[in-house]
C-alpha cells in the first residue's frame, strides 16, 4: 500500500497563507492524492484531490509535482476554524490509507 | 446539505459485552465504509460495501467484529466481546462508488468506551 509522509504539526499566523508539504515517493499511476481534514471530535471533511494537474476549489489549491511524488496543499488565508489535522492519502485500490497528519495551529 | 448519520454518538460498555453502532449513508451513495480512530492516529479502514457486498474486509477482527449492510443502505457493525482495547472512535463514511476519485463523506462517528 502506498504510503504519505506528512509534518506532525505547523504553525501560522491568522490571515496567512499555508502550505502544507506531503511526500508520497511510492504513488503508483492511478492513485489520486486526496487531502482531508479533522477538527476535534469530528469525522474527517473532504478539501480536495488531484491525479496530475494543480487543483483549486473555494477551500483551497492543491500543487502535485511533476513526477507526483510530493504535493502540496496550500490554505490562501488562515483562519481560526482551520486549526484541525490535516491528512494527504492515496487512494489505491478502492481504499485510502491515512497516515498520522499534520496538526495545523493557527495562531490569531 | 445530505450528511452521513451515526448512532451512538458515545457508548460505554464494560469488557466482554457486546456493542452495536449504526450508520445510514447519504441517500444514493453505494459504497459504504467503517472505520476506527485511537486517539493520536488515523482513521484506519475496517470493512468497506459496495451496496450489500463486502468489497474489503482485511482488517476486521472476524473473531469479534461483524458488519452487515442487508438491504444496501443502513448499516451496522458489531463487536463482541468488547474489549479494552477496542476503545476507540468508530467513523462512517459513504461515498457515490468505488471509483478512486470519489471523495469520502464521514459522519460524526461513536466514540466507544470499554471499562
Known amino acids: 500500500d502506498a504510503k504519505t509522509t506528512q509534518p506532525n504539526s505547523m504553525e501560522s499566523n491568522e490571515e496567512e497563507p499555508v502550505h502544507l508539504p506531503c511526500n508520497h515517493s511510492?504513488?503508483?499511476?492511478?492513485?489520486?492524492i486526496h487531502w482531508y481534514r479533522q477538527l476535534p471530535s469530528q469525522g474527517p471533511e473532504y478539501v480536495i484531490h488531484?491525479?496530475?494537474s494543480n487543483v483549486n476549489n473555494r477551500m483551497a489549491s492543491l500543487a502535485i509535482a511533476e513526477d507526483r511524488k510530493s504535493s502540496t496543499l496550500i490554505l490562501h488565508r488562515a483562519t481560526l476554524r482551520d486549526a484541525a489535522v490535516y491528512y494527504c492519502?492515496?487512494?489505491?485500490?478502492?481504499?485510502?490509507?491515512f497516515g498520522t497528519g499534520t496538526r495545523l495551529k493557527v495562531l490569531a | 446539505e445530505a450528511e452521513v448519520a451515526q448512532s451512538p454518538r458515545y457508548k460505554i460498555t464494560e469488557k466482554s459485552q457486546a456493542v452495536a453502532f449504526w450508520c445510514d449513508p447519504i441517500?444514493?451513495?453505494?459504497?459504504l465504509y467503517w472505520y476506527r480512530q485511537i486517539l493520536g492516529q488515523g482513521p484506519e479502514l475496517l470493512v468497506q460495501?459496495?451496496?450489500?457486498?463486502?468489497?474489503?474486509d482485511s482488517q476486521l477482527p472476524k473473531d469479534r467484529f461483524s458488519a452487515e449492510r442487508l438491504k444496501g443502505v443502513d448499516s451496522t457493525l458489531k463487536i463482541q466481546p468488547a474489549e479494552l482495547g477496542d476503545s476507540a472512535m468508530y467513523l462512517c463514511?459513504?461515498?457515490?462508488?468505488?471509483?478512486?476519485?470519489?471523495?469520502?463523506?464521514f459522519g460524526p462517528g461513536t466514540r466507544l468506551t470499554v471499562t
Open positions: 463514511a459513504s461515498s457515490a462508488g468505488l471509483a478512486l476519485s470519489y471523495e469520502q463523506y
Open positions: 511510492t504513488i503508483s499511476g492511478t492513485d489520486y
Open positions: 488531484g491525479l496530475t
Open positions: 441517500s444514493g451513495h453505494a459504497t
Open positions: 460495501f459496495q451496496d450489500e457486498s463486502v468489497v474489503d
Open positions: 492519502l492515496l487512494s489505491g485500490t478502492y481504499k485510502y490509507i
